[in-house]
């Protein structure tokens, strides 16, 4: 029998696609604190990825630590922090 696998990239397979090579400016990229930013994964970078439920949310950056930022989001009725580094990040 097959052992299904139970590791942290499961089920990205369309989630995490992507058609082109990823500039070293968004590995670069500076943000504010109190600036508005969506997840976008970027799947060339393990580094700093957050878990694929928050792909595509919306947060405010509350912080920075190392190199990676601080934010804050809303799931459902709850506020969570992730800590995400800046290449899976775009400003809005």
């Not at 097959?2 to 990229?29: A, C, M, Q, W």
């Not at 994964?41 to 957050?50: A, R, V, W």
């Not at 804050?72 to 995400?84: L, Q």
Request: aromatic share 6%; charged share 35%; glycine share 8%.
């Amino acid at each position: 029998m097959v052992v299904k696998s139970h590791g942290p990239r499961r089920r990205t397979r369309e989630k995490y696609r992507r058609s082109v090579r990823t500039p070293i400016n968004d590995f670069l990229r500076h943000f504010d604190i109190g600036d508005k930013v969506v997840i976008n994964i970027n799947s060339s970078s393990l580094n700093g990825m957050p878990f694929r439920r928050f792909q595509g949310l919306i947060g405010d950056v509350i912080g920075k630590r190392g190199r990676a930022y601080v934010l804050k989001i809303k799931d459902g009725d709850k506020v969570k922090t992730i800590i995400s580094t800046p290449e899976h990040l775009k400003k809005i």
